[in-house]
């Protein structure tokens, strides 16, 4: 995006627009509601625009600004909104030598009683597996653009075919591959100690334990009796 502005001598001057910030999520309620996102501009400044989620956001006049700082993750620090409950709006918008680049991206936030809840994750999604013996390795992806929660943790469960799943408890856990923009790939492995029909599914869940609400999940046969090919797997997103 670019903006033009005439001189006196009827030449044309280009401003380029600064880059937009990337992976605006929320990352912490203490010491107060937080934000974060990443800046690739050591040069540009920030503009934060916050507003009830029904209402129109005011872009002549920014929330608050963040001032020039090293290419990394920058944070921002809310002030708590009282006793609202509902949810809220936020878009960081890059500003350098007086141009406000005009992206839209927004990250929804929900109050209770004027305090911040601890959003969800976005839900990851099984790429690929691979299954020695009662082996079963799964990869999964997970995509960081517009997550509300800030991710952390990806969590393998597995358990008995014609049993419930008990999400409280994950077989194995492992970091999550972090990624400025974008999808990332995880891997993860678990082994089972009786030959048999199995559910294996991923969530993600933030480092206080708040987990996505879906799970992706699919059924496998796992034995030390047969080969390591996944040629009777079958998988079924869905919630559960």
């Known amino acids: 995006m670019e903006e033009t502005a005439a001189t006196a001598t009827g030449a044309t001057t ?53 001032g020039t700082a090293a290419i990394g993750w920058r944070t921002y620090s809310m002030t708590s909104p009282g006793a609202v409950t509902g949810k809220i709006r936020v878009v960081v918008r890059a500003v350098n030598g007086g141009i406000e680049e005009q992206n839209q991206r927004t990250l929804v936030i929900s109050l209770v009683s004027g305090l911040y809840v601890s959003p969800e994750p976005n839900t990851p999604r099984i790429a690929s597996f691979t299954r020695v013996g009662r082996k079963i390795a799964v990869t999964a992806e997970y995509d960081w653009e517009d997550s509300e929660g800030f991710p952390a943790l990806l969590q393998l469960f597995v358990w008995v075919d014609g049993t419930s799943a008990d999400y409280t408890t994950p077989q194995a856990t492992k970091a999550l591959v972090v990624a400025r923009n974008g999808k990332s790939l995880t ?20 480092l206080s334990g708040i987990q996505d609400s879906n799970t992706d999940k699919g059924q496998i046969y796992l034995s030390i009796a047969v080969p390591a090919s996944p040629t009777n797997y079958s998988q079924h997103a869905g919630r559960g």
């Open 14 to 66: 280009l401003f380029a627009a600064p880059p937009t910030p990337i992976g605006l999520r929320f990352t912490s309620n203490t010491p107060s509601p937080t934000i974060k996102f990443y800046s690739s501009s050591a040069a540009s400044t920030y503009n934060i625009y916050i507003s009830a989620l029904n209402d129109i956001i005011d872009f002549t006049t920014p929330t608050a600004t963040l």
């Open 187 to 206: 891997s993860i492995d678990y082994t089972v100690g009786a030959d048999g029909f199995y559910w294996v599914g991923v969530r993600v869940a933030t």
